[in-house]
């Protein structure tokens, strides 16, 4: 497997890049982890930490070090380890401990899909709000009849003004929300932004060099862009390199 997934070796064990994770976790047909978790481990916490996996078809376990001593207890009790994960990937083939090692990660996610639902809701629901209120003094039976036919000054106000900016505003806010998904995935890191990784400090630069050349609106956009590109950029080169 290292040969065939360029993995290098690093003393006793081989260094893996994120890349060849992914590639060995879509092969394998269960996927385990050590991890140090006070409140639990469930499903919820492995998708979050690897994304870019499907785990719809695989076995999912763990061992949770703030429950059992992996690192100590372990090492003395090699069989009892051994037993534990025989049960876990082939259950009735050994019998688990009291407190096993080894465990099934549990599913647990109505908490989370409770949260994502209601945050989805909030957004249609807020943007219904901004589309029926304004500083125009219109009925909520004009507007809707406005809304449906796109007739008179209502209308005009509805399809010209409050829905291209409420559009706007939701497609920015998901833009950012996936970039800071997207920086956040691939630097494995939580407090990555644009403003950690020097991107809006790029973007600004290209805008105030071109305003400083007096060129046009399109201009500044395409510089902005390229700015804030380079600087996403040198920082990944700067990570691969170190």
């Not at 992996?70 to 407190?99: C, K, N, T, W």
């Not at 109505?110 to 945050?119: A, D, H, V």
């Not at 304004?134 to 449906?148: H, K, N, T, V, Y």
Request: net charge negative; glycine share 12%; proline share 4%.
């Amino acid at each position: 497997m290292a040969e065939r997934y360029g993995l290098r070796r690093a003393g006793t064990n081989y260094e893996v890049q994120l890349e060849q994770c992914a590639l060995i976790a879509e092969e394998c047909d269960a996927w385990g982890r050590v991890v140090y978790a006070k409140g639990g481990w469930t499903m919820a916490d492995v998708i979050g930490e690897a994304p870019w996996c499907d785990f719809s078809s695989k076995l999912v376990f763990h061992c949770n070090t703030a429950e059992v001593d992996y690192f100590g207890d372990a090492i003395l009790e090699p069989d009892r380890m051994l037993a534990d994960l025989i049960s876990v990937l082939h259950p009735g083939a050994a019998q688990p401990s009291a407190l096993p090692y080894f465990q099934r990660t549990p599913i647990k996610m109505t908490s989370q899909r409770l949260w994502t639902g209601i945050l989805v809701s909030c957004v249609f629901l807020l943007f219904g709000l901004g589309l029926f209120s304004g500083p125009a003094d219109l009925g909520w039976g004009e507007q809707w009849s406005a809304l449906i036919g796109n007739e008179g000054v209502a209308g005009t106000i509805l399809w010209r003004l409050r829905l291209p900016r409420l559009c706007m505003a939701a497609l920015s806010g998901a833009a950012l929300a996936m970039s800071g998904l997207l920086m956040q995935t691939y630097f494995r890191n939580a407090l990555a932004g644009p403003s950690v990784l020097g991107v809006t400090s790029g973007a600004t630069l290209g805008v105030a060099l071109v305003s400083l050349g007096g060129w046009a609106v399109g201009v500044t956009w395409g510089v902005d862009f390229s700015g804030a590109w380079s600087a996403f950029g040198c920082m990944g080169c700067d990570v691969d390199v170190g």
